[in-house]
């Protein structure tokens, strides 16, 4: 059963324009949520973070999304660039000693043509 | 700053035999974590060290499974005896921190056949 859902394995978007990357969660017990990005035959990179206290995090092109109510996240990216182009995870994690571990969702695949 | 490494990058063995990971962390990270990815699905957790100590294991699969972390430094992750369905690719990742972000190697692609 899984607690973190990226129902879009891929996202194609043209250069410049926005990126909207989308994850849903199930367990209430999440407050700190992930955005990882992973070009292949590497590990994932840590992008951007935002807690639940919060409902919008911005860092330079990337932005991160919080709707608690809906229990959904988003990763905004803007404007995109080819170099971009990779699998985004999202993930989150608990304050329980049970939820500390990061969830990660199944990832989309981001591609920016130029 | 030495990121975090993992060796081997990939290993191909035959269902029963074992294979040992090992992975480096950032010095002085005290958090150590093991992922495994399989069949390009969701990365998950298989557990989690404080130093030496396993803070976590809730992830981890099965008894084929044995995670070491002596003296606190770097990790090892033995699947004995191995079995297909083992196949995948384990990341290894460490932390300064209990929660939160942490920085991952690039992983060991394991292939069982």
């Known amino acids: 059963d899984q607690q973190v859902k990226q129902n879009s394995p891929s996202l194609s978007v043209q250069e410049g324009r926005i990126s909207i990357l989308n994850c849903d969660y199930t367990n209430s017990m999440f407050d700190y949520f992930l955005w990882y990005k992973k070009y292949p035959a590497e590990g994932p990179t840590f992008l951007i973070s935002?807690?639940?206290?919060?409902d919008k995090n911005e860092d330079g092109r990337f932005t991160v999304f919080l709707n608690k109510s809906a229990k959904h996240l988003s990763l905004h990216i803007v404007p995109s660039q080819p170099g971009d182009s990779a699998v985004y995870f999202c993930a989150a994690s608990g304050s329980a000693s049970s939820a500390r571990q990061l969830t990660f969702g199944s990832g989309t695949q981001l591609t920016v043509l130029p | 700053e030495a990121g975090v490494t993992q060796f081997p990058s990939h290993s191909v063995i035959e269902k029963g035999q074992t294979v040992t990971l090992r992975c480096d962390p950032i010095s002085g990270h005290d958090n150590l974590y093991w992922y495994r990815r399989v069949m390009g699905k969701e990365i998950k957790f298989l557990l989690h060290?404080?130093?030496?100590?396993?803070?976590?294991e809730s992830g981890m699969p099965n008894n084929r499974f044995l995670a070491e972390r002596t003296g606190g430094t770097y990790s090892t992750l033995k699947v004995q005896p191995a079995e297909l369905e083992d196949s995948g690719v384990y990341f290894c990742?460490?932390?300064?921190?209990?929660?939160?972000?942490?920085?991952f190697g690039q992983g060991t692609r394991l292939t069982v056949v």
């Open positions: 935002i807690s639940s206290i919060k």
């Open positions: 990742a460490s932390s300064p921190r209990t929660r939160g972000d942490a920085f």
């Open positions: 060290f404080v130093k030496e100590s396993k803070q976590d």
